[in-house]
Protein backbone atom coordinates (compact mmCIF):
# COMPACT_ATOMS: atom_id res chain seq x y z
CA UNK A 1 0.00 0.00 0.00
CA UNK A 2 0.86 3.31 -1.16
CA UNK A 3 -0.41 6.52 0.47
CA UNK A 4 1.29 9.80 -1.14
CA UNK A 5 -0.34 13.18 0.10
CA UNK A 6 -0.38 16.64 -1.64
CA UNK A 7 -1.83 20.20 -0.97
CA UNK A 8 -0.03 20.95 1.98
CA UNK A 9 0.97 24.89 2.91
CA UNK A 10 0.86 28.00 4.63
CA UNK A 11 -2.05 29.68 4.63
CA UNK A 12 -3.63 32.81 6.79
CA UNK A 13 -5.80 32.23 9.55
CA UNK A 14 -9.25 31.78 8.15
CA UNK A 15 -7.92 30.39 4.61
CA UNK A 16 -8.83 27.69 2.80
CA UNK A 17 -6.52 24.51 1.95
CA UNK A 18 -7.48 21.16 0.15
CA UNK A 19 -5.12 17.94 0.23
CA UNK A 20 -5.56 15.11 -2.15
CA UNK A 21 -3.94 11.62 -0.91
CA UNK A 22 -3.09 9.64 -4.18
CA UNK A 23 -3.64 5.49 -2.82
CA UNK A 24 -2.43 2.91 -5.16
CA UNK A 25 -1.51 -1.48 -3.82
CA UNK A 26 -5.17 -1.76 -2.39
CA UNK A 27 -8.74 -2.00 -3.72
CA UNK A 28 -9.58 1.82 -2.88
CA UNK A 29 -13.40 0.87 -2.77
CA UNK A 30 -13.03 -1.46 -0.57
CA UNK A 31 -11.05 0.55 1.56
CA UNK A 32 -11.56 2.39 4.84
CA UNK A 33 -9.48 5.87 4.79
CA UNK A 34 -9.21 8.07 7.13
CA UNK A 35 -6.86 11.72 7.99
CA UNK A 36 -4.87 12.38 11.24
CA UNK A 37 -2.87 15.06 12.25
CA UNK A 38 0.11 15.31 14.38
CA UNK A 39 1.44 18.82 15.93
CA UNK A 40 4.32 19.89 17.69
CA UNK A 41 2.30 20.06 21.18
CA UNK A 42 -0.07 17.18 20.62
CA UNK A 43 0.03 13.35 19.58
CA UNK A 44 -1.23 12.10 16.27
CA UNK A 45 -5.09 12.27 16.18
CA UNK A 46 -7.94 11.42 14.39
CA UNK A 47 -9.23 13.95 11.88
CA UNK A 48 -11.93 12.69 9.32
CA UNK A 49 -12.98 9.66 7.33
CA UNK A 50 -15.17 10.05 4.61
CA UNK A 51 -18.26 7.78 3.83
CA UNK A 52 -17.50 4.23 3.52
CA UNK A 53 -20.26 1.67 2.40
CA UNK A 54 -23.43 3.35 3.83
CA UNK A 55 -21.84 4.51 6.72
CA UNK A 56 -21.48 8.28 6.89
CA UNK A 57 -18.82 10.71 7.20
CA UNK A 58 -17.71 10.93 10.59
CA UNK A 59 -15.13 14.05 11.89
CA UNK A 60 -13.32 15.04 15.14
CA UNK A 61 -14.88 17.91 17.36
CA UNK A 62 -12.20 19.70 16.42
CA UNK A 63 -13.00 20.13 12.84
CA UNK A 64 -16.53 19.68 12.76
CA UNK A 65 -18.65 22.25 10.38
CA UNK A 66 -14.76 23.65 8.86
CA UNK A 67 -13.66 20.11 7.05
CA UNK A 68 -15.11 18.49 4.44
CA UNK A 69 -13.57 14.96 3.35
CA UNK A 70 -14.53 12.52 0.20
CA UNK A 71 -13.41 9.80 -1.30
CA UNK A 72 -13.07 9.58 -5.61
CA UNK A 73 -13.01 5.42 -6.14
CA UNK A 74 -12.53 5.96 -10.08
CA UNK A 75 -9.58 8.05 -9.18
CA UNK A 76 -8.06 6.38 -6.21
CA UNK A 77 -7.79 9.29 -4.31
CA UNK A 78 -9.24 11.14 -0.62
CA UNK A 79 -9.72 14.74 -0.26
CA UNK A 80 -9.71 16.62 2.61
CA UNK A 81 -11.14 20.56 1.98
CA UNK A 82 -10.42 22.79 5.17
CA UNK A 83 -11.97 26.10 5.32
CA UNK A 84 -12.14 28.45 8.32
CA UNK A 85 -8.36 27.70 9.30
CA UNK A 86 -6.99 28.29 12.64
CA UNK A 87 -3.52 28.48 14.37
CA UNK A 88 -4.48 25.49 15.80
CA UNK A 89 -5.02 23.17 13.02
CA UNK A 90 -1.15 23.43 11.91
CA UNK A 91 0.04 20.34 12.14
CA UNK A 92 1.48 17.55 9.92
CA UNK A 93 -1.29 15.83 8.24
CA UNK A 94 -1.60 11.91 7.44
CA UNK A 95 -3.79 10.08 4.62
CA UNK A 96 -4.11 6.26 6.16
CA UNK A 97 -5.51 2.95 5.27
CA UNK A 98 -7.66 1.60 8.33
CA UNK A 99 -6.85 -2.12 8.13
CA UNK A 100 -10.01 -2.29 11.06
CA UNK A 101 -12.76 -0.23 10.92
CA UNK A 102 -13.93 2.50 12.86
CA UNK A 103 -16.10 5.37 13.12
CA UNK A 104 -13.39 7.36 15.42
CA UNK A 105 -10.35 5.35 14.39
CA UNK A 106 -7.09 5.98 16.72
CA UNK A 107 -3.59 4.60 15.70
CA UNK A 108 -3.88 1.06 16.17
CA UNK A 109 -6.79 0.72 13.26
CA UNK A 110 -4.04 1.87 11.02
CA UNK A 111 -2.81 -0.31 8.42
CA UNK A 112 -0.85 2.10 6.11
CA UNK A 113 0.33 5.41 6.68
CA UNK A 114 1.33 8.10 4.00
CA UNK A 115 4.74 10.05 4.76
CA UNK A 116 2.34 13.43 5.66
CA UNK A 117 2.05 16.90 4.56
CA UNK A 118 2.45 20.14 6.48
CA UNK A 119 0.31 22.89 7.48
CA UNK A 120 1.09 26.02 8.80
CA UNK A 121 -1.70 28.55 9.50
CA UNK A 122 -0.19 31.93 10.38
CA UNK A 123 -2.13 34.08 12.61
Known amino acids: VQLVESGGGLVQIVGSLRLSCAASGLTFSNAAMAWFRQSSVKSREFVAM????????SYADSVKGRFTTSSDDAKNTLELQMDNLRPEDTAVYYCAFLSAYSATPSEAHVGAWGQGTQVTVSA
Open 50 to 57: PPFKGRRA
